[in-house]
T-cell receptor, first 114, second 114 residues
Framework: DQQVKQNSPSLSVQEGRISILNCDYT??????FLWYKKYPAEGPTFLIS?????DKNEDGRFTVFLNKSAKHLSLHIVPSQPGDSAVYFC?????????????FGQGTTLQVKP | DTAVSQTPKYLVTQMGNDKSIKCEQN?????MYWYKQDSKKFLKIMFS???????INETVPNRFSPKSPDKAHLNLHINSLELGDSAVYFC?????????????FGPGTRLTVL
């Protein structure tokens, strides 16, 4: 049962343009949503998160939008840079005490072309 | 001054063997995790420890036994290795109850069972 889904396995954009990565979820009880970036042969790196009570969070070039009614979130990267080329994972967090259980989507490979 | 480190980075072994993967974090976190990334690239949580106490134990065969000698270490021992255990195993850490601030991942251990 895939509770977090990233339906686009890959995305290619031109340098300087906007990258939009999408994520859908099924469990309305998730408390937070997070985006991670992963380079080959490295562990995932935390990028940005959003609380389930908010609809937008921005950090520099990265903005995450949450649409709770649609159970959908997206990560916008503006402007995209070649160094952004990586696999991006969407994750949902069920908190509650010290559990901190992250449920990941299957990832989207972003390629930013110079 | 690596934040979360894992050893070894690569592990190749025969079916039926017993092996261990070590993880250490120097971030002062009190919660540590083991994740498995399978051949389809899904990242799934296996275990979580908070202050050396087992918090999360997903549906993992009991051939897998985590051990936390102290808050900074969480090792993973695997008995009677099977072909299906081949995967990349990631260790991570965070402050308990603050998973929305991101879990910090190690570089991963690629396990290949022949």
């Amino acid at each position: 049962d895939q509770q977090v889904k990233q339906n686009s396995p890959s995305l290619s954009v031109q340098e300087g343009r906007i990258s939009i990565l999408n994520c859908d979820y099924t469990n309305s009880m998730f408390d937070y949503f997070l985006w991670y970036k992963k380079y080959p042969a490295e562990g995932p790196t935390f990028l940005i998160s959003i609380s389930s009570i908010k609809d937008k969070n921005e950090d520099g070039r990265f903005t995450v939008f949450l649409n709770k009614s649609a159970k959908h979130l997206s990560l916008h990267i503006v402007p995209s840079q070649p160094g952004d080329s990586a696999v991006y994972f969407c994750a949902a967090l069920t908190s509650g005490g010290n559990t901190g259980k992250l449920i990941f989507g299957q990832g989207t490979t972003l390629q930013v072309k110079p | 001054d690596t934040a979360v480190s894992q050893t070894p980075k690569y592990l190749v072994t025969q079916m039926g063997n017993d092996k261990s993967i070590k993880c250490e974090q120097n971030l002062g976190h009190d919660t540590m995790y083991w994740y498995k990334q399978d051949s389809k690239k899904f990242l799934k949580i296996m275990f979580s420890y908070n202050n050396k106490e087992l918090i999360i134990n997903e549906t993992v065969p009991n051939r897998f036994s985590p051990k936390s000698p102290d808050k900074a270490h969480l090792n993973l021992h695997i008995n009677s290795l099977e072909l299906g255990d081949s995967a990349v195993y990631f260790c991570a850490s965070s402050h308990g109850g603050q998973g929305h601030l991101g879990q910090f991942f190690g570089p991963g251990t690629r396990l290949t069972v022949l």
